[in-house]
């Protein structure tokens, strides 16, 4: 459904000197940068597959989202939805998809909801009987009914949401872009959204490809997930193999009498680990520490720790997702290993 | 025509949300009006001022009466040809909410065009029409015969509707300029005030020097506010009109024909910011 090979994006960037000086001298010597926002980036999403696209600030995700979606040109490197190549006759090509920016909306500030959604019908040819079953049926998933005659600058960001997504759907999209449809969202919102992607995707084969910074999200929704870092490709997998593959961890949290006596003992040496099987969190009330239970059994850490210090408490705990992507991230994980 | 139909029914609705658009801005419609008629009233006392002290009855060919109908009517085309597409797309550019008009499958330009029709078509309604029946009454107390005449007033509208559409590509162009400067505020004052010279919506084109004049005329700002109100107001023979509209049309083709091309190039060098 979606190839995407070896696709790059650079900008130019200006860089400037500090200060007044800099922003002169830059006006008759300007220098630029050349930033690999996308950096040779492939993988295929199938029919009816719900991808999580997922990356740190800045990491590429809403460049590829723009790319896939026609917006912007790849410096290199093909794009192919559903056989058709997204920057090629634009106008064409977004009537199948569908693109919802969490940060942006695609309503009509001024005007009534319900307004947006017969501007739309209109926009994208959809015929009277299944511009109502469409609206029935997203009626029903993002009950839109209580606030769908008030202007949309009335509306909270929840609705709004609720909206944008109704929005992006009322054509019958074959794939669905959906960049952040959670920012911002209370937990009871983000759920009712959740679960209308769900829907969607189950009852029509939508293909979706969603990024989000919410793990939540990617837990609920995707079979898969890729992952981007400074515009190249991390991970790409299910979510289960990259527990499995960068989250074999476990948290020891502890209070002792004293903080400091954490200092003094030495697990690098002890029990022969790499500095990247373990990292050490210690404040003035609580010290956790975080290991790979692969390379030491929890027994023998905690073993280790109840002969060395004084503990006054102490859980051992799971290491949830969001802390493997932090370690991701923070690139203490190498994914080379 | 039936392409024509199915365009029509794609962007019949973008001239409906403008309209409903313009009516949720009431007030602010309204003191606009009232700031621009203020405008109108200051000119035509300069004039008046500036025919007495002349003591000559015409000047340049025009009467006090025909000065006052010229600063009532060009100003009422400049607003009806005036348009917002130089702030609406360098703005949407610059926040990049540009994107949100690529996702649709619908041109960008028309998008916009349309949209603002639904505006003018409360101006026609709240100012232009009764701006021109007050002006029509004017000319009927002052020379005491009904001056209008039907086949001037289609004629001009038809000029209009030639130098609107010429007005929104020429602003449209300088918007793309956003493109390429990112911020294009101090481009769009200098341009403002261009406009306002050159197309004679300040003083009559026949008031400047005859070479000065005869270049002027030529270049495209003379069709936006000169070249309709010279023909509502029977200035112009028949040849003269029908040049008139000839070239407003040759700079309409080419002022569509240069923003089509921006657009493609510009369109390769777009950097959303931010989101």
Redesign the interface.
């Known amino acids: 459904m979606i190839k995407v090979e070896n696709v790059k994006k650079d900008?130019k960037k200006v860089v400037k000197d500090q200060g007044v000086k800099g922003s002169i001298k830059s006006l008759f010597n300007r220098k630029y940068e050349i930033v690999h926002a996308v950096d040779d980036i492939s993988f295929n999403v199938d029919k009816g597959e719900i991808l999580g696209f997922i990356g740190a600030n800045g990491a590429g995700k809403?460049t590829t989202i723009?790319m896939l979606?026609?917006?912007?040109?790849p410096t290199e490197g093909n794009v192919e939805i559903n056989g058709k190549i997204p920057t090629k006759n634009?106008?064409?090509y977004?009537?199948e998809?569908g693109?919802v920016?969490g940060?942006?909306?695609?309503l009509?500030w001024?005007?009534p909801l319900v307004?947006t959604f017969?501007?739309l019908k209109?926009?994208?040819?959809v015929d009277d009987d299944a511009f109502k079953k469409r609206m029935c049926f997203l009626n029903e998933v993002l009950e839109l009914d209580a606030f769908i005659k008030s202007?949309v600058r009335t509306l909270s960001l929840g609705q709004r949401m609720r909206a944008d997504l109704a929005a992006s759907m009322i054509h019958s999209p074959k794939v669905l872009f959906l960049d952040e449809p959670t920012i911002g969202l209370d937990v009871a919102v983000k759920n009712n959204i959740r679960q209308a992607i769900t829907q969607i995707n189950e009852q029509e084969d939508t293909t979706i490809i969603l990024t989000t910074h919410d793990l939540n999200d990617i837990e609920t929704l995707c079979q898969r997930i890729v992952m981007i870092d400074k515009g190249k490709l991390i991970y790409d997998g299910t979510l289960a193999n990259m527990k499995g593959q960068f989250g074999n961890f476990r948290e020891v949290n502890m209070s002792l009498e004293n903080s400091d006596e954490i200092d003094k003992l030495n697990f690098l040496d002890t029990f022969k680990l790499k500095k990247k099987d373990i990292s050490i969190n210690k404040t003035k009330e609580k010290v956790s520490i975080s290991f790979n239970q692969d390379k030491l059994s929890i027994a023998d850490m905690l073993e280790y720790l109840l002969k060395n210090t004084n503990i006054k408490d102490i859980s051992v705990n799971d290491v949830n997702i969001e802390e493997i992507v932090c370690r991701m991230y923070g690139k203490e994980v190498s994914v080379n290993d | 025509m039936t392409k024509l139909k199915?365009i029509l029914?794609?962007y019949?609705?973008?001239t409906?949300?403008g309209l409903?658009?313009a009516m949720?801005?009431r007030t602010n419609f309204t003191f606009f009006v009232i700031g621009e008629s203020l405008y109108c009233f200051v000119l035509y006392f300069i004039w008046k001022a500036v025919f007495a002290s002349g003591g000559s009855n015409t000047f340049m060919g025009f009467s006090i009466t025909d000065i006052t109908v010229y600063v009532f009517l060009s100003n009422i085309v400049k607003f009806l040809i005036d348009t917002d597409s130089t702030v609406s797309m360098a703005e949407e550019i610059k926040d990049?909410?540009i994107?949100?008009r690529?996702?649709?499958?619908?041109?960008i330009d028309h998008s916009l065009l349309t949209f603002e029709l639904g505006n003018k078509i409360m101006m026609i309604f709240c100012i232009f029409l009764p701006v021109m029946l007050g002006l029509e009454i004017y000319r009927y107390v002052i020379l005491g015969k009904i001056a209008f005449n039907i086949f001037s007033f289609l004629l001009f509208s038809l000029s209009v509707v030639l130098g609107y559409l010429l007005s929104f590509y020429l602003n449209l162009i300088f918007g793309y300029l956003a493109f390429f400067l990112l911020n294009i505020w101090g481009f769009s004052i200098l341009k403002g005030a261009i406009l306002n010279f050159l197309s004679g919506a300040t003083i009559p084109l026949a008031f400047f020097p005859g070479a000065v004049r005869a270049v002027l005329e030529q270049l495209p700002f003379a069709s936006l506010v000169y070249a309709p109100t010279m023909i509502y107001m029977g200035k112009l023979s028949t040849n003269q009109i029908l040049f008139t509209l000839l070239k407003q049309i040759i700079w309409l083709i080419v002022f569509v024909l240069i923003s089509d091309f921006i657009w493609i190039k510009a369109?390769?060098r777009?950097?959303?910011q931010g989101?």
């Open positions: 900008f809403s723009k979606t026609g917006i912007l040109t634009r106008k064409e977004v009537k998809i693109v920016f940060q942006r909306t695609q009509w001024d005007l307004e017969s501007v209109e926009i994208y040819n202007p | 199915k029914k794609i019949k609705p973008f409906k949300a409903q658009s949720a801005y990049g909410s994107i949100m690529m996702i649709k499958p619908v041109n369109q390769k777009l950097e959303v989101g």
